[in-house]
Nanobody, 122 residues
Framework: HVQLVESGGGSVQAGGSLRLSCAAS????????MAWFRQAPGKEREGVAQ???????TYADSVKGRFAISMDNAKNTLYLQMNSLKPEDTAMYYC?????????????????WGQGTQVTVS
């Protein structure tokens, strides 16, 4: 099965940008539905963006127009480009994978997870 490792998090001022990466190994991400989730302290994990194996994307309303999910099959890597960042985007960001999902932004749809990367916006 697939293993996932996130990177690219950091601290940025409001209005800035970051690009998160999720490097996959053990399997090819093109055969999975892939997603980014985030979890702030004291809050539930929430779905941010999803891309399925037809490269159809789904976004949470809170990030539409600011975030973009993409995948590079040659590098077996998932990305999340985050622009116009806000303090409320501060969270640990996780990538996730599943062979098939019924609800794209529900965490219980996914069975493979990375360890997370911290994003702090001030």
């Amino acid at each position: 099965h697939v293993q996932l490792v996130e990177s690219g998090g950091g601290s940025v001022q409001a209005g800035g940008s970051l690009r998160l990466s999720c490097a996959a190994s053990g399997d090819t991400i093109s055969s999975y539905c892939m997603a980014w989730f985030r979890q702030a302290p004291g809050k539930e994990r929430e779905g941010v963006a999803q891309i399925d194996n037809y490269e159809i994307t789904t976004y949470a309303d809170s990030v539409k127009g600011r975030f973009a999910i993409s995948m590079d099959n040659a590098k077996n890597t998932l990305y999340l480009q985050m622009n116009s960042l806000k303090p409320e985007d501060t969270a640990m960001y996780y990538c996730a994978a599943a062979r098939w999902v019924h609800f794209p932004l529900r965490s219980d749809s996914y069975n493979y997870w990375g360890q997370g990367t911290q994003v702090t916006v001030s």
